[in-house]
């Protein structure tokens, strides 16, 4: 049912039975939640692993923006919504990473029916709900949806996810919406209590479909008490046993963005290292055959993003930045040999290998 149609219902229900309104809506948000409970969560994509598949540049958030919270770790976590009809977790995404230096926005995550993008690690703050809250609070932003069934899916993802990051940061869940104290807030409740911005959400929306932030802190709650105490996702806050690391070798700049690997070379959801980071070295491995080099406890990157290889020019090659844009017009002459680093990227659609921090010349050309 869509909402023109389910606002008809309700009004026509109201016009034959003035008693059934409120009837009707607290047996809608009771069932809201337990359609929720039926629903599978359907996880956690990273942004930067997302855009990598597409091909898409990921415009680090923290790269220059990087503050942490008032206390060291977030207080609680603000509840959104993205007052976007038709617009999927996918788009948010994907928008936010372009355009967040123009809008002056960013959150850590967008939710719909077909689950969570993180968009960066919950460690650092966003800008996400004014000055005040931005300083103590995670960020989330649940998207519209256009039926019932689909609204309890978004629901259920927003309410697992939610679950999760209190128990990643030890926090307990209390509802803060009516009184300013507590770890479950509304982006309202910011507004009333700790002021720097003025919307309501997710407020409408919720009660569009018969639902409030109090049915949303019990289901919460319900998703709260069913999980393991504290999954140890925050390095710098669980894990005080840490192995000790070896002297470093070196210190090297990053060519090329790097995802982070295990020591059995499994890709690891710690965030991507940037093009032109300095890097620790504390050694290098070599795991089925391919070499990497240890930045940390259990944190390998490979290391052709670091070292590069070698490759032949067979045509004259120009020079392109990471918007595919290129730069200058001097080239490179065919019959030399240029360093590569890390693995073919896609451009706009074009295939490119990094030779430098932002400079990239095209596959073809080799
Ligand atoms: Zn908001």
Same mark, same amino acid.
């Given at each position: 049912?869509?909402?023109?149609?389910?606002?008809?219902?309700?009004?026509?229900?109201?016009?034959?039975?003035? &008693?059934?309104?409120?009837?009707?809506?607290?047996?809608?948000?009771?069932?809201?939640?337990?359609?929720?409970?039926? +629903?599978?969560?359907? =996880?956690?994509?990273?942004?930067?692993?997302?855009?990598?598949?597409?091909?898409?540049?990921?415009?680090?958030?923290?790269?220059?923006?990087?503050?942490?919270?008032?206390?060291?770790?977030?207080?609680?976590?603000?509840?959104?919504?993205?007052?976007?009809?038709?617009?999927?977790?996918? +788009?948010?995404?994907?928008?936010?990473?372009?355009?967040? /230096?123009?809008?002056?926005?960013?959150?850590?995550?967008?939710?719909?029916?077909?689950?969570?993008?993180?968009?960066?690690?919950?460690?650092? =703050?966003?800008? =996400?709900?004014?000055?005040?809250?931005?300083?103590?609070?995670?960020?989330?932003?649940?998207?519209?949806?256009?039926?019932?069934?689909?609204?309890?899916? =978004?629901?259920?993802?927003?309410?697992?996810?939610?679950?999760?990051?209190?128990?990643?940061? +030890?926090?307990?869940?209390?509802?803060?919406?009516?009184?300013?104290?507590?770890?479950?807030?509304?982006?309202?409740?910011?507004?009333?209590?700790?002021?720097?911005? %003025?919307?309501?959400?997710?407020?409408?929306?919720?009660?569009?479909?018969?639902? &409030?932030? +109090?049915?949303?802190?019990?289901?919460?709650?319900?998703?709260?008490?069913?999980?393991?105490?504290?999954?140890?996702?925050?390095?710098?806050?669980?894990?005080?046993?840490?192995?000790?690391?070896?002297?470093?070798?070196?210190?090297?700049?990053? /060519?090329?963005?790097?995802?982070?690997?295990?020591?059995?070379?499994?890709?690891?959801?710690?965030?991507?290292?940037?093009?032109?980071?300095?890097?620790?070295?504390?050694?290098?491995?070599?795991?089925?055959?391919?070499?990497?080099?240890?930045?940390?406890?259990?944190?390998?990157?490979?290391?052709?993003?670091?070292?590069?290889?070698?490759?032949?020019?067979?045509?004259?090659?120009?020079?392109?930045?990471?918007?595919?844009?290129?730069?200058?017009?001097?080239?490179?002459?065919?019959?030399?040999?240029?360093?590569?680093?890390?693995?073919?990227?896609?451009?706009?659609?074009?295939?490119?290998?990094?030779?430098?921090?932002?400079?990239?010349?095209?596959?073809? %050309?080799?």
């Amino acid at each position: 049912m869509n909402m023109k149609k389910l606002l008809t219902a309700i009004v026509l229900a109201a016009s034959l039975a003035t &008693s059934s309104v409120v009837w009707s809506t607290q047996v809608q948000a009771s069932t809201i939640n337990d359609t929720a409970k039926q +629903d599978s969560y359907s =996880g956690v994509t990273y942004l930067y692993k997302m855009l990598q598949q597409e091909g898409i540049a990921y415009n680090c958030f923290y790269t220059n923006n990087k503050f942490g919270y008032r206390n060291g770790k977030p207080e609680g976590i603000v509840i959104h919504e993205t007052a976007t009809p038709n617009a999927t977790a996918h +788009d948010e995404a994907i928008y936010f990473n372009r355009e967040w /230096m123009n809008i002056d926005a960013y959150v850590h995550a967008f939710v719909d029916k077909n689950g969570v993008i993180q968009m960066m690690t919950p460690n650092y =703050g966003t800008w =996400g709900a004014g000055p005040v809250a931005n300083s103590r609070f995670i960020q989330v932003e649940l998207c519209e949806e256009n039926n019932l069934a689909d609204f309890a899916k =978004g629901v259920n993802n927003d309410a697992v996810y939610v679950a999760q990051l209190l128990h990643r940061y +030890d926090l307990v869940p209390t509802n803060a919406v009516h009184d300013g104290q507590g770890t479950i807030w509304s982006h309202h409740a910011v507004s009333k209590f700790l002021g720097g911005t %003025n919307h309501t959400d997710p407020d409408g929306y919720f009660a569009k479909w018969g639902y &409030s932030m +109090d049915d949303f802190c019990d289901l919460v709650k319900y998703y709260y008490d069913q999980q393991p105490a504290n999954t140890p996702v925050a390095p710098a806050a669980t894990t005080p046993t840490q192995p000790t690391l070896p002297d470093p070798v070196a210190t090297k700049v990053l /060519m090329h963005d790097a995802l982070i690997y295990d020591e059995d070379g499994k890709v690891t959801d710690a965030a991507l290292e940037q093009a032109g980071a300095k890097l620790t070295l504390y050694g290098d491995k070599m795991i089925a055959g391919r070499k990497y080099l240890r930045i940390g406890v259990n944190q390998y990157v490979v290391a052709s993003n670091v070292e590069g290889s070698l490759r032949y020019l067979t045509h004259n090659a120009y020079l392109y930045d990471n918007n595919g844009k290129r730069i200058g017009t001097s080239k490179f002459y065919r019959g030399k040999y240029l360093r590569t680093y890390g693995g073919r990227v896609k451009i706009n659609g074009y295939k490119y290998y990094q030779i430098d921090v932002n400079q990239f010349v095209k596959v073809g %050309n080799f």
